[in-house]
């Protein structure tokens, strides 16, 4: 089991920019992907980047060139910089920790991400 916190979320206006981060508290974290998902209201949950223990990267399409995913394994921390940001983008986003072993998720709190001018 992951605990997840994430942090960073705000208001920003269109075109601007915003870094989540989303520390992992727990042992084994080679073993999890990294992730942020997003939920707009009224919509279902989905997918916006994912990180391997390895630095191997996942993107939605509606993000790509926009949005970069990093991770420190050091720190147990994923970071998510938003660039470009579209009023599309208004969502909270969920941190998820994905474990390759058994396949369990583990999610955050979540964190609003407002993009308006």
């Known amino acids: 089991q992951v605990e997840l916190g994430e942090s960073g979320g705000g208001l920003v206006q269109p075109g601007g920019s915003l870094t989540l981060s989303c520390a992992a508290l727990g042992s084994g974290l080679s073993l999890y992907v990294l992730g942020w998902y997003r939920q707009a209201p009224g919509k279902e949950r989905e997918m916006v980047a994912v990180i391997s223990s390895g630095g191997s990267t996942n993107y939605a399409d509606s993000v790509k060139g926009r949005f970069t995913i990093t991770r420190d394994n050091a720190k147990s921390t994923v970071y998510l910089q938003m660039n470009s940001l579209k009023p599309e983008d208004t969502a909270v986003y969920y941190c998820?920790?994905?474990?390759?072993?058994?396949?369990?998720?583990?999610w955050g709190q979540g964190t609003q991400v407002s993009v308006s001018s």
């Open positions: 998820n920790a994905h474990s390759v072993i058994n396949r369990a998720d583990s």
